[in-house]
């Protein structure tokens, strides 16, 4: 209990003091006066108060909140002694005129909560890895044993976050440019580019790191470019660079921020994004590149990237049918089409099979089908198959890798939050590269036909490109070769399938003087690893025990990524694994060490004493130039030492924001009166009591309307339909 002239050397020790008999007798306190000297320098008198002094005032609130103050007279008051410096009580008030709250409750008091240093760092190690608060609240409880134990409570925890945001507020621009400086000092090879407006506000950001840079040296050839949304509080749009490994994983060669989606950012992105790239621009630009079907990225593409193939996703076209077509054509057409599209083995195959589907289903008015042909050339797979696509035809990969790393970050994020997000996404997909790598060399692949030749193939190839060359190989024994025509320079073979007739027929060509025989199915251009047809040819007519090296491509072999990778300026782009490696193999030791003490007082403190003295010996050997982890870079904000550079977004609109997504059929749909009635989506009739599920003409029954009489229109449409799909 707190004695008249009782001192003590600091006024935190004043306050910790009452606070601590606060909490014995069950109330808390709160600071309520100060005096200082003239030159404001030195405190002189303080006072702390129980915290239900005063009255409370509630006018005008809409909020229904209790009154906490009830006048309480509790209170204790200190003053500065000018012989010794200490402060030594003179006011001490006992008595309060309110019930104190017993032991059970007393946690809850404001005083005797708070959310100390130790958990600070813990949430934000927490957050890191998307705990929600209320989902840490819990393990701090647990932790603690008990909620009453932890020493604050759940809306701290809120109130702490909402803190740290606030002391970001501004700063971003500044702290993603920090970001970008750390990530430069610990990666040498690391680039990053920051454009800002006239008021300095980040506009537009791209950057790539060593491992996504040598990556691009080695799977450049085809890349997939998709923006999505929603990852940031500012709404700007996140544009990554992807592209398939050996192990046909997926990856990332570079990122970017945008404020726009124009034709002249999306140059600027393209040109940025070769200038980071192995080797010289324009020379280093992918083989294809494929995105969605945006002017601005199609106007774009053609003029950064003139000698890339641009290619549009095959999977948006082919989603756009269902919204397209009404419901009867895309029932009774939509299969012909998908086999036109798929199954077409040439390109005039594909074109007359497409004008029979257009005539037979009544289509030929279809300004949308219309267009798409015109643009065959583009994403027709009998018209692009001589370009090699990794095996791709969409951005689905893209979409998916969205999908990944939106589990790590959200629209709330900042944008150092998301690149700390981001980053812990990026680890997760490196690692599973990592894991195939380790399978690719610790299993052999299993083989099924004892063939030399399918030996070889295993040893060459990754375990995934393995398994799908090893069906082809399997295939090959499956067709028979018939000699067309030969000269001196080149054999021509048709390649036929045993036993079955209907079976399309390939054409090969061997040219001698290459030593090469190319497939009519074009499989080894566009997938780079040669199709049945070829391994029938190779096994039956020249004999071979092992796959001729003119028909593997490298970036499918497990030795892809065996060279050395230079930059345009000539220098060598390293993936600072050695600084990874040599932190894996100490953080390992530590933790063993750890282990092996924790369970003894005696071992545990001469643990400490030995790291103490080894920390100290080690001072003159290193010096602060790790960077930042990322705990330390949301700490950062709490400094006055950030260097003013860029400030933070403004709120990016995108292509669709302030209005809700409409599908084709509801942009199509005519605004009708309340009295012509319910309208099924299937006929498109209105006043029906039907609809989509259970249509007449859908179905081939006659169709009733709301008054129970059989609608005659539709049934006309229906038998209309029919007698064209006869012809």
């Not at 909620?147 to 803190?163: E, M, S």
């Not at 940031?232 to 726009?260: E, K, W």
């Not at 590269?433 to 040893?459: F, R």
């Not at 006055?640 to 977004?649: K, L, M, Q, Y």
Request: proline share 2%.
């Amino acid at each position: 209990m707190p004695k008249l002239y009782q001192e003590f050397e600091t006024i935190d020790d004043v306050a910790a003091f009452y606070n601590r008999y606060a909490k014995e007798a069950g109330f808390s306190i709160r600071s309520h006066s100060t005096t200082t000297s003239k030159d404001k320098k030195q405190l002189m008198r303080k006072e702390y108060v129980c915290y239900k002094q005063g009255d409370s005032k509630v006018e005008g609130e809409k909020r229904k909140r209790g009154l906490p103050k009830v006048g309480c007279k509790a209170r204790i008051a200190v003053v500065r002694k000018k012989e010794s410096g200490r402060y030594a009580i003179s006011v001490f008030v006992e008595a309060h005129n309110h019930p104190l709250t017993s032991p059970p409750r007393v946690h809850l008091l404001r005083s005797h909560r708070g959310v100390s240093e130790v958990n600070t760092v813990l949430s934000q190690q927490l957050s890191l890895v998307n705990v929600e608060k209320h989902k840490q609240f819990e393990f701090f409880g647990v932790q603690a044993g008990g909620i009453q134990n932890i020493g604050f409570i759940q809306r701290d925890l809120y109130n702490y976050g909402r803190t740290c945001r606030e002391e970001k507020k501004g700063r971003d621009g500044d702290l993603l440019y920090m970001h970008f400086e750390n990530e430069k000092e610990k990666d040498s090879s690391f680039v990053y580019t920051m454009d800002g407006d006239e008021e300095n506000r980040v506009t537009r950001c791209f950057w790539a790191d060593s491992i996504s840079r040598r990556a691009y040296s080695f799977y450049g050839d085809v890349v997939i470019f998709d923006t999505t949304y929603n990852t940031n509080r500012y709404g700007m749009i996140f544009a990554p660079f992807s592209g398939v490994n050996n192990h046909g994983q997926t990856i990332i060669f570079a990122c970017a921020f945008l404020n726009d989606e124009t034709a002249d950012t999306f140059v600027w992105l393209f040109k940025e994004f070769l200038n980071a790239m192995p080797g010289d621009a324009p020379e280093n630009a992918p083989t294809m590149i494929i995105t969605n079907q945006d002017p601005a990225m199609t106007k774009a593409i053609s003029e950064a990237l003139p000698q890339t193939f641009h290619r549009y996703c095959s999977w948006h076209i082919l989603n756009k049918f269902s919204e397209k077509l009404d419901a009867i054509k895309y029932r009774d057409s939509y299969q012909d089409f998908h086999s036109c599209i798929w199954n077409s083995s040439s390109r005039e195959e594909f074109d007359s099979r497409w004008i029979e589907i257009i005539e037979k289903s009544g289509l030929s008015d279809n300004k949308w089908l219309e267009s798409i042909y015109e643009i065959r050339s583009s994403w027709i797979p009998a018209y692009v198959n001589h370009v090699f696509s990794a095996g791709m035809s969409s951005s689905q990969r893209a979409e998916s890798q969205h999908s990944f790393f939106k589990n790590y970050v959200s629209k709330w994020n900042s944008l150092v939050e998301f690149m700390v997000q981001f980053k812990r996404g990026l680890l997760h997909q490196r690692h599973y590269e990592l894991e195939e790598d380790h399978i690719n060399i610790d299993e052999k692949a299993k083989t099924v036909m004892s063939l030399d030749i399918e030996d070889h193939m295993a040893k060459v190839y990754t375990r995934k490109l393995f398994y799908e060359v090893q069906e082809q190989l399997r295939e090959s024994f499956k067709y028979k070769l018939e000699l067309v025509f030969e000269n001196v320079t080149q054999e021509q073979f048709k390649v036929i399938r045993k036993n079955i007739d209907t079976c399309k027929s390939r054409e090969l060509t061997y040219e001698k003087k290459s030593d090469f025989a190319s497939c009519s199915c074009r499989m080894f251009d566009s997938q780079g690893f040669p199709c049945r047809h070829v391994l029938a040819y190779l096994i039956k007519i020249q004999d071979v025990d092992k796959l001729p090296i003119q028909y593997i491509l490298k970036r499918w072999t497990k030795a892809a990524r065996h060279r050395v990778v230079l930059d345009c300026n000539g220098m060598e782009i390293k993936d600072n694994k050695a600084l990874l490696a040599r932190r894996t193999k100490l953080f390992q030791h530590a933790t063993y060490a750890i282990d092996k003490v924790m369970v003894s007082d005696e071992a545990t403190k001469l643990f400490m004493e030995a790291l103490d003295a080894f920390l100290e010996n080690i001072k003159p050997l290193v010096s602060n130039e790790g960077g930042q982890t990322a705990v330390d870079l949301e700490n950062e904000t709490n400094n006055a030492t950030i260097r003013h550079v860029f400030n933070e977004p403004h709120q990016v609109r995108a292509k669709g924001c302030g209005r809700r997504l409409k599908k084709g059929k509801e942009k199509r749909k005519v605004n009708v009166n309340a009295s012509q009635g319910r309208q099924c989506h299937g006929c498109g009739l209105f006043g029906q009591s039907h609809d989509k599920r259970n249509c007449p003409t859908l179905h081939g029954r006659p169709a009733i309307d709301e008054n129970g009489d059989s609608s005659s229109t539709s049934m006309d449409e229906d038998s209309c339909s029919s007698s064209h799909l006869a012809e």
